[in-house]
């Protein structure tokens, strides 16, 4: 493994068990203990994970959201797979609001070759964008919030108010059929709740994992999302409990052999 590879299996092993030792580490990845030591200390200078004596454990917690870094190291092929579904939802022309998040910049990323005007949410995003042609990009301003780099405050929410969208493509961080659509960060989610306000559907993009999950603000009820994009299991009770609301639910097509 390389770098990067070893430093996402130790975030996705401690999310699945919560603690691992130097060891087993060294074990699973076929480094040195003084590599994966390595590996440790930089992956808990980005909070990832907290070292203790022997190993690591997990700072994941119920009410703080996993720092950007750690985040974009999860989960990527089915955040690919979720990017391509909801890119295949948008018609040549569209306008769009692209929210934050790593599984947004996964869209970003599937929005090449495509001719849309997209305002997208955070930098992240932004530069995901800038370099497609067919991309007309309009930026809402505002503050940016460091790491995530998403914007924030009255500019962002006053420019989104004077906008009109086709689509809000929305990545929360948890979704439940009570809650509706909620995410961590306060400021984040007066933006969200702009552009769910400004945009004529509302396409929510969810990893298995954000079903079921509620996190401290609330950015709209279910019954402003038009359709949920995402990898859970169609029998799972996590979907059945949307469709119950009337929440149209799709998920990617299954990948080629």
């Known amino acids: 493994m390389n770098v990067r590879e070893r430093h996402k299996f130790v975030v996705e092993l401690l999310v699945q068990q919560n603690r691992a030792t130097v060891a087993e580490l060294a074990r699973a ?8 030591r390595r590996d440790l200390e930089v992956l808990e200078s980005r909070g990832a994970l907290r070292r203790v004596r022997g190993g690591a454990v997990s700072s994941r917690t119920g009410g703080v959201e996993p720092p950007y870094a750690v985040r974009a190291l999860s989960g990527t092929p089915a955040k ?5 579904t909801v890119v295949g939802l948008l018609a040549d022309g569209e306008t769009v ?8 910049v996964a869209v970003a990323r599937a929005m090449a070759g495509r001719r849309l005007t997209v305002a997208p949410l955070s930098l992240h995003a932004a530069y995901a964008l800038s370099d497609q042609p ?6 809402p301003g505002g503050q940016v919030r460091a790491e995530e780099l998403s914007f924030h405050g009255h500019t962002a929410v006053r420019t989104l108010g004077e906008l009109c969208f086709d689509t809000f493509v929305l990545g929360c961080c ?9 995410a961590y960060d306060l400021d984040d989610v007066q933006v969200k709740r702009a552009a769910v306000a400004a945009a004529q559907r509302v396409v929510l993009v969810a990893t298995a994992d954000k079903l079921g999950r509620t996190a401290l603000g609330r950015i709209c009820p279910i019954e402003q999302v038009t359709l949920v994009v995402t990898d859970a299991p169609a029998d799972s009770p996590a979907v059945d409990a949307l469709r119950e609301r009337g929440v149209d639910v799709l998920h990617p097509a299954p990948e080629a052999d």
């Open 29 to 36: 990845t076929g480094a040195s203990e003084m590599t994966v």
């Open 80 to 84: 690919e797979r979720l990017a391509r």
């Open 97 to 104: 609001a692209l929210d934050t998040g790593t599984t947004a």
């Open 134 to 139: 067919g991309i007309r990009l309009v930026m």
């Open 174 to 182: 948890g979704v439940d059929p009570v809650q509706g659509a909620t």
